[in-house]
């Protein structure tokens, strides 16, 4: 039946080309911002999992951030361990020297004294933002001698999270200590007592080879224990190199993590724009299709005119 009230066939046209107009609308969004799944509306599970995992990318930077910062403390503190080592060597062989028949003692304490100056010097200089791990006072409100680097964000199954760290032990690092007590010393302010005629009580720092009554005994017993601090020296400079491994390797581990986590978001939301391409050519020709379909459709309705001249 033909009918000028209801155009079924320009009503089934227009139909098609909506649908064909609003997918291409849909593409062309696609194409525009590079993603399949660009708002909540477009797939909820997938932009609410994309969103998440984003959030935790960003945390996932902050921790990079301070590895980084952790890892420069403890390269500081290396680096000054290990300009230590070279100086106590150094006074090591000063006293070697001083053992010998026959040498001006003073002459070779005048460079000890520089050596020890040097000692202080190094120790108060290994700063990183306002940290200093080798000069300390253990005696002070809230010291604590481990000192913890951030180093994962960790989010669990039923979507808690929190934080994992490296924890480093400072106290077998320590050059000088202020602390009053007993045990509150470091490597180089640790006292030791000689068991020749002088007995002198002293520290590396403080040692003097001029000191009234000193012989060859308690030059040995300096020796010896200058070259024991020079042992302990050396361990604690290992201990510092295996945690600067540790956190450089973390710090790597975290960029590959946040990469990974990128590439999973990708997977999800990102638009594949060759098939997006491809979708949009063919959606422009059933455009023009359907809008030729809407014209003859609409045209119908000219041929009922016809029959009334």
Known sequence: ??????????????????????????????????????????????????????????????????????????????????????????????????????????????????????????AESATFSGENWL????????????????????????????????????????????????TEVGLLDANFTTTGAGAVTTNVATLDITAAGLDDTDLADMISNVDATLQSLTTAASDLGSSKQRINMQSEFVGDLMNAIDRGIGKLVDADMTEESTRLQALQVQQQLGVQSLSIANGNAQTILSLFR
């Not at 913890?148 to 106290?171: E, K, M, P, Q, Y």
């Open 135 to 182: 000069s300390t006072d253990s005696s002070a409100t809230g010291y604590n001698a481990t000192k913890s680097v951030v180093a994962s964000f960790n989010r669990a199954a039923d979507g808690s999270v929190s934080l994992a760290t490296i924890d480093i032990d400072t106290s077998s690092t320590v050059l000088f200590d202020a602390g009053t007590g007993a």
């Open 1 to 122: 039946m033909s009918s000028i009230l209801t155009n079924t066939s320009a009503m089934t046209a227009l139909k098609s080309l909506q649908s064909t107009n609003s997918a291409i609308e849909t593409t062309q969004a696609r194409i525009s911002t590079g993603k399949q799944v660009a708002e909540a509306s477009d797939n909820a599970a997938y932009w609410s999992i994309a969103t998440t995992m984003r959030s935790d990318t960003k945390a996932l930077g902050t921790v990079q951030d301070a590895l980084g910062l952790g890892a420069a403390k403890v390269d500081v503190a290396y680096t000054g361990i290990n300009a230590t080592l070279d100086v106590v060597d150094e006074i090591k062989s000063k006293l070697v020297a001083a053992s010998e028949p026959g040498v001006d003692r003073a002459k070779i304490q005048s460079e000890i004294g520089e050596l020890q100056n040097q000692l202080t010097s190094i």
